[in-house]
């Protein structure tokens, strides 16, 4: 089966405020970037702050344009930003962000902005489009009283929930939630995550499924990719990669989780704090913080490559021991 | 806890206007404890803090009563509440880089920290301010000194907050949601400190999280609150192994785990109801599976010394007896 | 810093030239001057002898260029009312109107700024009310009816203070009031709620929380950050009193630059109305400019912008 969307070493470089007087700088957000999602498939991006997780995001849905590297959405490149094709293209790949009121129009009632994008797109007869809103609103667990009223009136998890039907309402191919979740108390968060794994059973949609929080993305997605400075550092199927951990940073991440009704006990607590993007440092970017780091990753970028099925690593010392072990 | 608490809060109620979003606190904090206050947004569970330090806006009303050691902090006059805080009572907060003044340097801003409840002044009091910024692990410390705000990275800022809240050599540190804003390696690195320092300074620590794995990391004892009220208290262990109120049930079943498989999650029903139009009985009773007629007409009180519930329907704190009851 | 002031410097350039260029064509294309100093009676010879003296056969582009080459020599042309070279004759009226805009500027100052902060910290008292209904009375009425107003109360029914004219300081006290109510209303509104989100940043509740003094909270913490907008509306606030200064010269008879505009422009007088123009947007760009600089100056984040 083909993939829905494939990202072939993909990079964005972002040039920096410049003056009249200074020049430019440049920040690589993403770099070097290879992935793609399957239908039915949920791929999580994990990443601290400045790991590029929501640019990479950006660049899947070609909402911003890749600087190096081709997307291929459904086998074919994504059309360029703006012209007909990408616009029409809009109703098959869908964004969900962090801040449901944010993204909501205060002015106008739920039923009005799931159906939005069915007008925008003309999708189905009128009569189709109300029914398609009640039935996706049904989906993503609103009540009929909830579609009359404006993003004011909703809680904070009823208001996630009108976005994600508003995404759903054109039936896509592919849905990137970017923190979908973040912002949403515990009980609620369990709610909307259910609720997104039963839209993907229903519809098989693709997702990418952009966090910080490693619990919640042990719960929804079948395969991670870790990202530090722009880069993937491993990928791994969900249930292999939190038991077993292979990158250094990898490794800290998943120690860093704090498990309920667990004390401090002698977790490895990485020190420093993730570089600025724009001084990426030398080598392997992770090689300052990296508890093992030997003279060679400071000087020679890791390449991410398979040394398992499904499983991919960027560490020169993962794949010394593949080597010793071949 | 044998001797009288360091802090004792009774019957402490907050209304903002016409709604009402803390309805009778009672809690103890004993000197040197690490008490943990969990629950939702809107729970209440920051206000109580900011109410005891009289930090809440000109239109909040406050009533009841908040004492430290015997001396009374609910309404009482400004020039009493300055005293307190930070020299007795200091406290941090979520988001700290908004929490320093951007237009003045950081060393400046500890330095007015340490001036203001030590007698160490100029160059001593830079030195007690280094010394503060060693301990909480600021590196390059001397360059920083005269570094703005917005140079710093969140847990950097979160650092500084700890050092300037340390300057009073504080009896209690409420932290409230100090690790949410910061992402997971830092987070990991600010509950270690807060851990550490707790232990050298022997200060007693309040940590208000919604991130119930947090709390189990830092606290001994952790007090569940659900709109408005405490719902749940005891020891975090036993909390965590045997909860008795159905919302702290609910709450632990509805974090995914790390080792968890992809079964979806249990959650509970519904949303926390609006805190103007709260339900005369329980507040959680339309969200539980356990409630009954009484739920809906009487508010279950908290009963029990060192763990407590609120409810009419609590789990006993026995395994053995539960699965029994259960049955 | 320096590539920062550099840069506004430019800026600043660039607004100059624009509004010459404004200036320049808007004035020429709302009529003809001929007509308008001549009259519409006057003879096509005398018209074109008078079209011929002034360049305004020239092509467009040439009596613009001739004309900003000039205005950079210092020469703003002739009067056409009277001959006279235009420039030394606006000059001449600028410090009667700086004696207005002045007085008026401190005391927007220092009466809008601390009454806005004052509401601020006792927002919803019979105080903060009391400061927003008069600053919004202030920047509502409009100046003209202001100052008739004054000018019934004081000049007419008590006859304490002259209705117009210049001469002693007391000529003075009305325009000024006129002038300032509208600014001092404005400032205050803005000052209140540049203060009241200040108060409700997460670092003042941290201040307080460490024990500081609610005076020194104030003082050290809120005052400082508070200022920073308010800059931004110091600026503009230059600007609109001198635009009000035409209208309050004109309602007291003030021999000011406001009062010379609107002679000249009833009648035409291009070189005049260019020269008033060109000035109003030297000053206000350099008011703007010092603003810019000192805000730059001030704000720790764009002071670093400005290095890297």
């Given at each position: 089966m083909s993939p829905i969307i494939e990202a072939n070493n993909v990079s964005r470089t972002y040039a920096g405020h410049g003056g009249l007087f200074r020049p430019k700088s440049y920040v690589r957000a993403v770099e070097d970037v290879s992935l793609s999602v399957e239908q039915g498939e949920t791929l999580a991006v994990i990443g601290e702050s400045g790991s590029g997780k929501s640019t990479l995001g950006q660049v899947l849905l070609g909402l911003a344009p890749a600087s190096a590297g081709d997307v291929r959405f459904r086998d074919a490149a994504l059309s360029p930003a703006g012209s007909r094709q990408w616009r029409e293209q809009r109703a098959e790949m869908q964004l969900i962000y962090q801040d449901p009121l944010a993204a909501l129009d205060p002015r106008l009632t739920i039923a009005e902005q799931i159906r939005e994008p069915l007008d925008i797109h003309q999708i189905g007869t009128p009569e189709e489009r109300a029914q398609r809103v009640d039935e996706v609103a049904r989906d993503v667990g609103?009540?009929?009283?909830?579609?009359?009223?404006?993003?004011?009136?909703?809680?904070g998890g009823q208001r996630q929930r009108a976005v994600i039907a508003r995404a759903m309402a054109s039936k896509p191919v592919l849905l990137v939630c970017d923190e979908?979740?973040?912002?949403?108390?515990v009980s609620i968060q369990a709610q909307v995550i259910n609720t997104f794994r039963r839209l993907q059973r229903m519809s098989g949609v693709a997702m990418v499924f952009i966090s910080h929080d490693l619990k919640v993305v042990r719960n929804i997605a079948h395969r991670v990719a870790v990202m530090y400075l722009g880069r993937i550092v491993e990928e791994a199927p969900a249930d292999v990669i939190f038991a077993n951990p292979q990158h250094p940073y990898t490794k800290a991440l998943v120690s860093s989780v704090p498990i309920p009704g667990k004390p401090l006990g002698d977790r490895v607590i990485l020190q420093g704090e993730p570089p600025n993007p724009a001084a990426r440092p030398s080598g392997c970017a992770f090689h300052p913080r990296c508890p093992v780091a030997v003279a060679q990753c400071r000087t020679s970028v890791p390449e991410l490559h398979s040394n398992a099925e499904h499983r991919r690593v960027a560490c020169h010392l993962v794949a010394e021991v593949r080597g010793a072990a071949a | 806890m044998n001797s009288a608490p360091l802090m004792a809060i009774r019957g402490l109620e907050v209304t903002f206007g016409t709604s009402r979003v803390v309805h009778g606190i009672d809690l103890d904090i004993a000197a040197g404890e690490a008490l943990g206050v969990v629950g939702e947004s809107g729970c209440g569970k920051s206000v109580t803090w900011l109410a005891a330090l009289g930090l809440l806006p000109g239109m909040a009303a406050t009533s009841g009563s908040v004492r430290f050691q015997g001396q009374e902090l609910c309404n009482a006059p400004r020039a009493t509440l300055e005293n307190v805080r930070g020299r007795r009572i200091a406290m941090i907060f979520q988001d700290p880089s908004s929490c320093l003044n951007p237009v003045r340097r950081v060393g400046p801003q500890l330095v007015e920290a340490v001036t203001l409840h030590t007698n160490l002044r100029g160059d001593e009091a830079k030195t007690e301010v280094l010394r503060l910024m060693e301990l909480v692990g600021i590196p390059d410390r001397a360059a920083r000194f005269n570094l703005y705000p917005h140079e710093f990275s969140g847990g950097q800022s979160q650092r500084l907050m700890i050092a300037m809240a340390l300057a009073g050599r504080p009896d209690i540190l409420v932290a409230d949601e100090p690790t949410t804003a910061l992402d997971a390696t830092i987070q990991a690195q600010i509950l270690d400190l807060l851990g550490r320092l707790r232990r050298e300074t022997g200060m007693a620590l309040i940590f208000i999280s919604h991130d119930l794995g947090a709390v189990s990391q830092v606290c001994d004892r952790i007090a569940v609150m659900y709109a408005g009220r405490v719902v749940e208290t005891g020891a975090v262990t036993e909390i965590f192994a045997h909860p008795r109120h159905p919302y702290t049930v609910g709450l632990l079943n509805s974090i995914p785990r790390?080792?968890?498989?992809?079964?979806d999650l249990l959650t509970i029903p519904g949303a926390v109801p609006d805190p103007s139009h709260l339900p005369p009985g329980c507040a959680f009773a339309a969200r539980c599976a356990r409630a009954d007629e009484t739920c809906a007409t009487a508010i279950p009180p908290l009963r029990g010394d060192g763990a407590a519930v609120a409810c009419w329907h609590a789990a006993l704190p026995n395994p053995s007896l539960r699965e029994a009851a259960l049955a | 810093m320096m590539s920062f002031a550099l840069t506004r410097l430019l800026r600043a350039f660039a607004t100059l030239m624009l509004v010459i260029t404004f200036a320049f064509s808007i004035l020429r294309l709302s009529g003809d001057p001929a007509i308008a100093v001549l009259g519409p009676m006057a003879p096509a010879a005398a018209l074109n002898a008078f079209r011929e003296a002034w360049g305004l056969t020239e092509p467009f582009w040439v009596q613009y260029s001739k004309y900003v080459l000039s205005i950079f020599a210092g020469d703003f042309g002739d009067s056409m009312r009277d001959g006279l070279p235009a420039l030394p004759l606006v000059l001449e009226r600028v410090p009667a109107t700086l004696s207005l805009t002045i007085p008026s500027l401190i005391l927007t100052l220092t009466i809008g700024i601390p009454a806005g902060i004052v509401a601020a910290l006792h927002r919803n008292s019979l105080l903060d009310r009391t400061v927003i209904l008069a600053a919004v009375a202030g920047f509502t009425v409009p100046s003209f009816v202001v100052g008739l107003v004054l000018v019934l109360i004081f000049s007419v029914t008590l006859g304490v203070l002259p209705s117009g004219g210049q001469g002693s300081w007391l000529h003075g006290v009305l325009p000024i009031i006129t002038m300032s109510t509208v600014s001092i209303g404005l400032v205050a509104r803005y000052s209140r709620s540049a203060m009241l989100e200040v108060l409700n940043a997460p670092y003042i509740r941290a201040a307080s929380a460490k024990g500081l003094k609610w005076r020194d909270v104030i003082r050290l913490h809120a005052l400082p950050n508070a200022i920073l907008p308010l800059l931004t509306i110091i600026g503009l606030m230059v600007g609109s009193l001198i635009a009000g200064s035409v209208v309050v010269e004109s309602i007291f008879s003030w021999p000011g630059m406001g009062r010379l505009l609107i002679i000249s422009v009833a009648a035409r007088d291009l070189a005049v109305v260019q020269c008033i123009l060109i000035l109003i947007t030297v000053l206000m760009v350099c008011a703007n400019l010092t603003v810019d600089l000192l805000q730059a100056w001030l704000d720790p984040k764009s002071r670093n912008k400005a290095h890297a």
């Open positions: 609103l009540q009929p009283v909830h579609l009359s009223r404006r993003p004011h009136e909703l809680s979908p979740v973040s912002a949403l108390d | 790390l080792d968890g498989g992809q079964d | -």
